[in-house]
């Protein structure tokens, strides 16, 4: 078997074939298991020409879908001269080495899938050190099985040239696949310390912002998020049919016609997205953690879109985002021309609105219902908190609008636009919080 280039995980311009291990209890859509890896594909430029589908009660140890369907999938890879063979579960680097050994192609999964896409799309510096974060931290533990040059250097005797690792080397000799870990570590780290500094940043540009209310948009890829954001705000944000057209976070005022709100645009999420993608992308997810109202875009015209929805929660709720405040809007209603399927999600989310961010129904429907949740029941009131409760100064961070803040020990004293659901659990917190003016002054 030659050499396979483990450090190149593009897919571009390359012959792939796709399979999907189904396991029990695993959501998948059942009258297309591949659909959505099919156009993560895609996505990626690669040129989808066979598919395979096997279901086991748990996965093989060494090859993940057990020898017999290994050899299967190898002798469809060589009839189909395919480049790469690509699965729709992640696998452990030795399954990867096995998979690879027996079809004698390379062997990608669903996260290293994922990851180059990212990879492709990252446009600004931030999402650039995410990816890349989220690429060595998935490739650390896959080292051994992506190197081949794995031959003691340095040993005791080398001098001159032949001290391949230079003065600190020398000695019984060390292998290159530790010295690649060590430098991927030194990397991880560098790139750590470069992300905590943008979170930082990026939640005092958030919670520094002006005192308007904060809206964002959260939803599966492709669901239309960044359509619905121009349409609301002509924001000019770049549109694709395509999983992960943007990757960056995009801020806009929006006006409601009785007043103006923040409304921001995230990435777009999928089933089982990468943790360390999540991770590395809290930064930009930042909108939808500190938001006063998230609006949940889905795809009202995919049959998925119940699975695509319960993705979306998991996400967030990996990313501790708690909303009571959220919206559900189901996108794409211009897509359905059979009213029963309409009828039958309305039943299924009585809460939800319907809307085309391509024509634009809906839209004023959803601006009245933002209206009413954030700006007809903001109230200013005068308060003092205990500065020295943080659970208290979390709340009043996330939830009010500061206009005036003064300190005095451990005691602030802060004047804020509040909504008027929020000013009643301020109860909960006792005499760390006292209520000085406002509708429900004591």
């Not at 669901?223 to 694709?240: C, E, H, P, R, Y």
């Not at 939808?288 to 009202?300: F, G, K, P, R, S």
Request: glycine share 6%.
């Amino acid at each position: 078997m030659s050499e396979l280039k483990r450090t190149d995980l593009s897919t571009r311009a390359e012959r792939v074939l796709l399979v999907a291990v189904i396991l029990p209890n695993r959501r998948i859509n059942q009258a297309d298991p591949l659909g959505e890896l099919r156009n993560l594909a895609r996505t990626a430029g690669a040129d989808v020409i066979d598919e395979m589908i096997a279901k086991r009660p748990k996965p093989h140890p060494g090859l993940y879908v057990g020898t017999g369907k290994a050899k299967e999938i190898a002798a469809r890879a060589e009839a189909n001269d395919a480049d790469i063979v690509i699965f729709d579960n992640d696998l452990t680097p030795a399954q990867i080495r096995d998979l690879e050994q027996v079809t004698n192609r390379k062997v990608l999964d669903r996260s290293e899938l994922i990851l180059d896409i990212f990879a492709a799309h990252a446009r600004t510096a931030e999402s650039r050190l995410q990816v890349e974060l989220a690429q060595l931290e998935y490739t650390y533990p896959r080292l051994r099985h992506m190197w081949t040059h794995l031959e003691r250097i340095a040993g005791g005797t080398a001098t001159g040239a032949t001290a391949a690792g230079g003065i600190g080397t020398r000695g019984p000799g060390e292998r290159q696949i530790e010295i690649d870990r060590r430098l991927v570590q030194k990397r991880v780290s560098h790139l750590k310390r470069e992300i905590d500094e943008i979170d930082r940043r990026k939640v005092r540009q958030v919670r520094g912002r002006s005192k308007l209310p904060g809206v964002c948009l959260v939803g599966y890829t492709n669901a239309g998020k960044s359509t619905l954001m121009n349409l609301l705000t002509d924001a000019g944000v770049f549109v694709a049919d395509q999983l992960f057209a943007t990757l960056d976070t995009r801020t806009r005022r929006w006006n409601l016609g009785d007043g103006e709100v923040l409304l921001s645009d995230t990435v777009g999420f999928v089933r089982d997205l990468p943790h360390h993608l999540v991770a590395s992308f809290r930064a930009t997810l930042e909108e939808a953690i500190w938001a006063d109202l998230l609006l949940h875009v889905a795809d009202a015209s995919s049959e998925t879109v119940d699975d695509q929805i319960d993705a979306v929660n998991s996400v967030l709720e990996e990313l501790g985002v708690d909303h009571a405040d959220r919206l559900l809007v189901l996108n794409k209603l211009d897509r359905i021309t059979d009213p029963t399927v309409r009828t039958v999600l309305a039943n299924k989310h009585p809460d939800a609105l319907f809307m085309s961010a391509v024509t634009g129904e809906g839209a004023s429907a959803l601006s009245e219902q933002v209206s009413r949740r954030l700006l007809g029941r903001q109230m200013r009131i005068t308060l003092t908190a205990n500065c020295g409760q943080g659970r208290l100064m979390q709340f009043i961070a996330r939830h009010a609008h500061i206009e005036d803040q003064s300190f005095e020990g451990a005691t602030a004293r802060i004047q804020a636009m509040l909504p008027a659901s929020r000013i009643a659990e301020l109860a909960v917190f006792g005499d760390d919080v006292k209520i000085l003016s406002g509708p429900d002054a004591v």
